[in-house]
């Protein structure tokens, strides 16, 4: 079955320490994005991909980092300068650019704890 | 960038109760609409879309929304509310032609008693 896949489901991290996590997707979408999900606020976009070796900064990028080496891969950097790192992260895709009108693909998230 | 308003942060309804929920954007250009709902344990997933054509679209569910544009609204509504659709529903815009980036509201969480 085609989908996005996010590992892990749950993370622990130190503060201090710079956490990656994982995202795959096996529908053949050029666009990828990363979202987090805090109680109260919703969905806030921290970068996003239109197509493999691009991406930009959404509203949040600030003690993030992400790359799109391969197309079905957008993995997402936690850095330490992240000053409230604990959080729900949510990876989705589209068909992207030549489709405005393509709903996302969620994953089933990435709960991190940093203590 | 576009941005996303939610009204109501929690709603709570009685089975059989009509729902409307409140969803207001701010861009000038074209847009695309969605309402997304997330079940209690479960993934995000689509309710339904607005991209053209009719501004009144029909989704799964018995779902349905309309699209006014010169209030830049896009509220969702049911006739009749069921307890299986306690969930938490987000309204999002994506601005075409603005590399199609999507922004969402903050959701309203429904809850619907039995």
């Known amino acids: 079955d085609g989908g996005i896949t996010q590992s892990p489901k749950y993370l622990f991290r130190k503060e201090g320490q710079n956490v990656t996590l994982s995202c795959e997707q096996n529908?053949?979408?050029?666009?990828m994005y990363w979202y987090r999900q805090d109680p109260g606020q919703g969905l806030r976009l921290i970068y996003y991909s239109q197509i493999v070796n691009d991406f930009q900064k959404g509203d949040i990028a600030e003690g993030y980092s992400v790359s799109r080496e391969k197309k079905e891969s957008f993995p997402l950097t936690v850095t330490s300068a992240q000053k409230n790192p604990t959080a729900f992260y949510l990876c989705?895709?589209?068909?992207?650019?030549?489709?405005?009108?393509?709903?996302?693909?969620f994953g089933n998230g990435t709960r991190l704890t940093v203590t | 960038a576009q941005s996303v308003s939610q009204h109501n942060h929690h709603v709570i309804l009685s089975e059989a109760a009509s729902l409307e929920l409140g969803c207001n954007y701010s861009y000038g250009g074209t847009v695309n609409l969605f309402w997304y709902v997330q079940y209690p344990g479960q993934h995000l997933q689509l309710l339904l879309k607005?991209?053209?054509?009719?501004?009144l679209v029909k989704g799964i569910k018995g779902f349905e929304a309309e699209f006014i544009k010169s209030k830049f609204s896009f509220n969702l509504r049911k006739p009749s509310v069921q307890w299986s659709d306690t969930a938490e529903y987000f309204c999002a815009v994506n601005a075409i032609y603005n590399n199609n980036d999507m922004r969402f509201g903050a959701g309203t969480r429904l809850t619907v008693k039995p």
């Open positions: 989705a895709s589209s068909s992207g650019r030549a489709d405005y009108n393509s709903p996302l693909h």
């Open positions: 529908l053949n979408h050029d666009a």
């Open positions: 607005y991209f053209s054509g009719d501004p």
